[in-house]
């Protein structure tokens, strides 16, 4: 099984839906979750954090559930912008400490259609 | 502009060249790191610095090799790369723990 597995896609909505990427993670002692976003030929940059009780930035809203080992993200009114390879992120838990080991999943990509 | 930057851009290379990729960030951070990112692959960690000692090495070939002189610059020198070894290589760094903030990348190519 993988670390982080997420859908690649592609996900083509149209402008102005509602769309959500789902990730789920295997290693249970996991303590912070991120999403990042990547566009065509980029480097990634962090979108969101992802905290217990849930959060939201906008339009984004990113969800956590510890006990299904699951997160999400929503993206309501999708605009053409939002385009681009969002990558669920996850820190890897590891016991020595070493908060630095960040687990990236493949990516979803996402194409908003005019 | 992140503050990391990452030169060359773009690099192509043969399998017997010797070449290095160099990054350089401006944010006062003290732990950098290089990634790999092939196609639709996950981002791989290849190493990790922390106060320019290296703290993790994640079983790549040494062919690859790091060096960080001091805490804002860090190299990936190559040699006898394989054409397997095409990829897009990004330097990121952070504050311990922090949020990595990342290069926009050298996009290799091994002839």
């Known amino acids: 099984r993988k670390e982080v597995e997420q859908d690649p896609g592609p996900f083509n909505v149209p402008e102005g839906a509602t769309v959500a990427f789902n990730c789920t993670y295997s290693n249970s002692a996991s303590q912070s979750f991120f999403w990042y976003r990547q566009d065509c030929r980029k480097e990634p940059k962090l979108l969101m954090s992802v905290y217990s009780s849930g959060n939201e930035d906008g339009r984004f809203t990113a969800q956590l559930n510890r006990a299904s080992q699951y997160i999400s993200l929503l993206i309501r009114d999708s605009k053409l912008s939002d385009s681009a390879t969002y990558l669920c992120v996850v820190n890897g838990g590891n016991p020595s400490g070493s908060a630095r080991q960040l687990t990236f999943g493949s990516g979803t990509q996402l194409t908003v259609l005019p | 502009e992140t503050g990391v930057t990452q030169t060359p851009r773009h690099l192509v290379m043969g399998m017997t060249n010797k070449k290095s990729l160099k990054c350089e960030q401006h944010?006062?951070?003290?732990?950098m790191y290089w990634y790999k990112q092939s196609a639709k692959k996950p981002l791989e960690l290849m190493f990790v610095y922390n106060f320019k000692e290296q703290t993790e090495n994640n079983s790549v070939p040494s062919r690859f090799s790091p060096e960080c002189p001091n805490s804002s610059h860090l190299f990936l020198h190559l040699h006898t790369l394989q054409p397997e070894d095409s990829a897009l290589y990004l330097c990121?760094?952070?504050?311990?723990?922090?949020?990595?903030?990342f290069g926009a990348g050298t996009r290799l190519s091994v002839l």
């Open positions: 990121a760094s952070s504050q311990e723990g922090g949020t990595k903030y």
């Open positions: 944010l006062g951070h003290n732990a």
